[in-house]
Nanobody
């Protein structure tokens, strides 16, 4: 069983930045991919960013140029640097990891962007 623990959420003003962290209980080097989704109140969960074991990244269109996903294999941690935050970025952000075709999810961390 893989456990994922997110941290770094909080309240920030529009235009500000936050960095989310996701620490995995297993080596992320052996994962196929890790990433972030988010879910705003009353909306479906949506993809934010993904990073593969090879380091390739994918972003949702609305996050391109503002968000950066990265990984530190030595720390078993994936990061999401979020810049130029907007009120519409307010959501619970969930980390996930894919190991051998199975997805594991963290509990989520709240990000609130005030206008």
């Amino acid at each position: 069983q893989v456990q994922l623990v997110e941290s770094g959420g909080g309240l920030v003003q529009a235009g500000g930045s936050l960095r989310l962290s996701c620490a995995a209980s297993l080596s992320i080097f052996s994962s196929n991919a890790m990433g972030w989704h988010r879910q705003a109140p009353g909306k479906q969960r949506e993809l934010v960013a993904v990073i593969t074991s090879g380091g390739s990244t994918t972003y949702a269109d609305s996050m391109k140029g503002r968000f950066t996903i990265s990984r530190d294999n030595a720390k078993n941690t994936v990061y999401l640097q979020m810049n130029s935050l907007k009120p519409e970025d307010t959501a619970v952000y969930f980390c996930y990891a894919n190991y051998h075709g199975k997805n594991y999810w963290g509990q989520g961390t709240q990000v609130t962007v005030s206008s």
